[in-house]
């Protein structure tokens, strides 16, 4: 893939199950190529359990002590998906994203969650991401991507324009 002009690669499951291919791909590649994608979701308990294969299967990992062990791994970014809000289109998990920015030293990107305009501002305000993805709100919904990144400018989120 980096070959054919990729600039980053996002590895999941095959990093869950083999921690030791994010030091490969780090020592071979650099850590700016390697995105370890975390899908997880919030159990009753209030544990972030992390989840394989899409996320159909749950995993003894806890999302906190993954993500650092990621970080510490030398890994470029870490894709944190919620599985609790992904297409609930009712916000991203901001107190989780809050204590992934808090304990990590890399950027965290935020998935899963957005519905409206307010939720990519919290996102960034509260939760502290680096960045943001979605998906439906801009296919199918009544996002536009100039007309968000206009109301986060004027709600004083530094974003390209």
């Known amino acids: 893939m980096l070959s054919a002009g990729a600039d980053k ?3 999941n499951s095959a990093a869950l199950r083999r921690p030791g291919l994010i030091d490969e791909i780090v020592s071979r590649f ?3 190529v390697c995105v370890v ?10 544990t ?3 989840y394989l294969n899409g996320g159909r ?3 003894e990992r806890k999302l906190f002590e993954w993500a650092k062990e990621v970080n510490d791994r030398g890994a470029g970014e870490i894709l944190f998906t919620s599985m609790n809000h992904d297409g609930v289109k009712k916000g991203f998990a901001c107190d989780a994203l809050n204590r992934l920015a808090s304990i990590l030293t890399i950027p ?6 957005a519905g409206q305009m307010e939720d990519f501002r919290d996102v960034f305000a509260k939760g502290h991401a680096d960045a943001a ?5 801009f296919h199918f919904g009544p996002i536009g991507i100039p007309e968000l990144k206009e109301y986060l400018r004027k709600e ?3 974003v390209r324009l």
Do not use: H, M, R
């Open 9 to 11: 690669i996002s590895v």
């Open 30 to 32: 650099g850590s700016q």
């Open 37 to 46: 994608a975390i899908d997880a979701q919030q159990d009753e308990d209030g």
């Open 48 to 50: 972030w359990t992390c």
């Open 57 to 59: 299967i749950p995993t």
């Open 108 to 113: 965290v990107i935020a998935s899963g969650g």
């Open 133 to 137: 993805l979605a998906a439906s709100v």
């Open 156 to 158: 004083n989120i530094n």
